[in-house]
C-alpha cells in the first residue's frame, strides 16, 4: 500500500444503470422484441445480460427463446424499440446528474465508457448531454467488450491518463470487472445486480452525496 497519492485526473462513467436509469428500459424493449417473436425472455438471461454489449445480448435473447434466424434483424427491433424507450423515458440514476457536474466544476478530465452502440448512446446524451464528456468509448468501437478491460484502456489511452490518477464509476458485476482488471479504482453502484467485493472496488448504495473528495479518497492505498 503506497503512501504517496497521485491526484485524480479523470473520471470515467458507464452509463447505463449509472448515469442513468436504462436498465429497466432494457427490461421493456427486451420483452417487447421477445413477444414480437412468440416467446418470453427468462429472469436469468435478462439478469446475465446486464452491463454487456448489444451483440451478445441479441445472442443471449435468441438462445433463450430458441429462436433461430437472422440476429442483425433480431438487433434492428432491439434498437428501434431501445430508441423509443430512450426518447421518451430516460432519467438519470439519484446522485448521478449532480456527481457528474462537480467533476466537471472540478476540472477533471471525463469519459463516457458504454457498452451501448453509438447509435442509441446518441439518443441518451440527448439527456445526459454531449458536452459533459472529453471522450465517449461505445460497444461498437472496441473488439472486445466488458467484461473484458480493453474499453477501459481505449478510455485511458484516449484520454491520455494512467489508470492511477483515474477513477471509474460502474454499476454492474461486467463494468466492474473490465474497469478493474484495467486498473482502475473503481466506485460500484449495483442496480439490477449485486457486485461481489472484489481488489479496487467500493461498493455503496447509491451516487447520492457522494463528492470529487470521495472519489479521490478511492486513489488512496492503491
Ligand atoms: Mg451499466
Redo the contacts with the bound molecule.
Sequence with gaps: MSTDMAPLQAVLF?????LID??KLWSIGLVEVADELGGSLSAETRASM??KDLVSSVRMLMADLGVTGEPAVVQRLLVSAMAREFANALEWRPGAEDLLKAVRAAGLRTGLV??THRNLTSVALETIGRDNFDIIVCGDDVAHT?PHPEPYRKALRELDVTADATVAI???P??STSARTAGIATLVVP?EVPVEPAPLLTIRPSLVGVTVADLQALLLGR
Design positions: 458507464d452509463m447505463d444503470g449509472t436504462s436498465e446486464v452491463g458504454t457498452s466488458k460502474e454499476d454492474s461486467a463494468g442496480l
